[in-house]
């Protein structure tokens, strides 16, 4: 537990500490409340969370606090964490509600369908997002692209000529800021340490950095708030049965569809029940935000295949560059290799290697760099 943390743990009369949890981006604790906390009436567990630091973030964001967007969707989304601040000292401290509940990639009946009362929970979230006057809240906003190339766009949705309010960001302009932010703020930057890695794997150099000026025509969808990281790990069922949605922060204000996209790359669902998923989300945020689903939804989805493999392969060489002596080598061949088949279509591959390929560009990068990688304490890809 950090210093911060216990701090905050004892501010608010903590009987029990959890952690940390699981998290791409912090560190997270569980707090249980003695009943003699000044807090102890709202909830009975907090969540204090701590930035892991260094940590780089592969994803666009838009709201600089996840604390103030769940401030304001409070009664307007059914169960969203709550957020209370505690004056300590004379500072204000702030806590958000730790949900009791099981992930939903540790709920037993979800290993293979989703039960249907998830599912109908799901679309219940889908129905209220899409209901939410988007305006408001972009005061609340920046982009995480602050380029001056017109490719970041004002409020981080779209470019310069995407820069009024909420309907002027079109579709097209929130998937290229998506693929500039992809290509400009994870792929090139990482593009110099890694070497030749991408192009060992079959990925072209030339696709990559192309994919912003290939922009497909797209069907244009006024803009709603996106939740943009609706995986099994981020939804919690209570003891009551209660679906939760955790961890705002990758939320976006952008193309309803993105959001579909997203949840269909990271659920994983079966084919049968993914065309159940796709319908129940059509039915909840109603015809307009559905307009050009069957056209559009694949060119979404080639996106987030294409992100992944940029996020896997630096991700597997961070791993690897953390344990020099190749440990975890097998199984970031076998993600990447799983990543690379996903998006072959989108990456024009003719051909994906294979996994034994995959391994062995991996096994050359790190033989290569390893004697860089034990010089550098901080291990940073």
């Known amino acids: 537990m950090t210093r911060g943390v216990g701090a905050r743990a004892?501010?608010?009369?903590?009987?029990?500490?959890?952690?940390?949890?699981?998290?791409?981006?912090?560190?997270?604790?569980?707090?249980?409340?003695?009943?003699?906390?000044?807090?102890?009436?709202?909830?009975?567990?907090?969540?204090?969370?701590?930035?892991?630091?260094?940590?780089?973030?592969?994803?666009?964001?838009?709201?600089?606090?996840?604390?103030l967007l769940l401030q304001r969707l409070q009664g307007r989304l059914p169960h969203v964490p709550r957020v209370m601040r505690h004056r300590v000292a004379g500072d204000t401290l702030t806590f958000a509600e730790f949900i009791e509940g099981v992930t939903l990639d540790r709920l037993p009946a979800a290993a293979e369908r989703v039960p249907e009362r998830v599912l109908g929970q799901l679309e219940e979230l889908f129905a209220a997002l899409a209901a939410i006057d988007p305006e408001p809240l972009l005061a609340e906003g920046r982009s995480s692209c602050d380029c001056a190339d017109g490719a970041g766009g004002a409020g981080g949705v779209g470019g310069a000529e995407d820069a009024g309010g909420a309907g002027d960001r079109a579709s097209v302009g929130f998937l290229r800021e998506l693929l500039h932010f992809a290509v400009g703020h994870i792929y090139l930057p990482h593009r110099p340490r890694l070497g030749g890695l991408f192009e060992d794997l079959g990925v072209s150099d030339e696709t990559v950095t192309g994919l912003p000026h290939r922009v497909p025509p797209l069907t244009p969808r006024a803009p709603r708030l996106l939740h943009g990281d609706l995986h099994r790990k981020n939804l919690v069922v209570d003891r009551r049965g209660a679906l939760w949605a955790i961890d705002w922060e990758l939320a976006l204000i952008g193309d309803p569809l993105y959001d579909l996209a997203t949840h269909l790359h990271l659920m994983d669902y079966r084919a049968d029940q993914e065309g159940d998923v796709i319908r129940r989300w059509r039915r909840a945020v109603g015809a307009d935000a559905a307009r050009g689903l069957e056209a559009?939804?694949?060119?979404?989805?080639?996106?987030?295949?294409?992100q992944s493999v940029c996020?896997?392969?630096?991700?597997?060489?961070?791993?690897?560059?953390?344990?020099?002596?190749?440990?975890?080598?097998?199984?970031?061949?076998a993600v990447v290799h799983r990543a690379l088949v996903a998006a072959r279509e989108p990456l024009g591959m003719e051909k994906v290697p294979p996994v034994v390929a995959v391994e062995a560009a991996f096994e050359a990068w790190l033989a290569s760099h390893r004697s860089e990688i034990l010089n550098d304490s901080r291990h940073e890809i």
């Open 311 to 333: 996020t896997d392969v630096i991700r597997g060489a961070a791993r690897l560059a953390e344990h020099p002596d190749g440990a975890p080598l097998r199984r970031v061949a």
């Open 10 to 67: 004892a501010a608010v009369g903590a009987d029990w500490v959890e952690g940390p949890l699981k998290g791409n981006h912090h560190y997270s604790f569980a707090v249980r409340l003695d009943r003699g906390s000044p807090l102890a009436g709202d909830v009975t567990w907090l969540k204090l969370r701590e930035p892991r630091p260094g940590v780089f973030w592969y994803d666009m964001r838009f709201f600089p606090s996840e604390d």
């Open 296 to 306: 559009d939804l694949p060119h979404y989805r080639a996106f987030k295949r294409v």
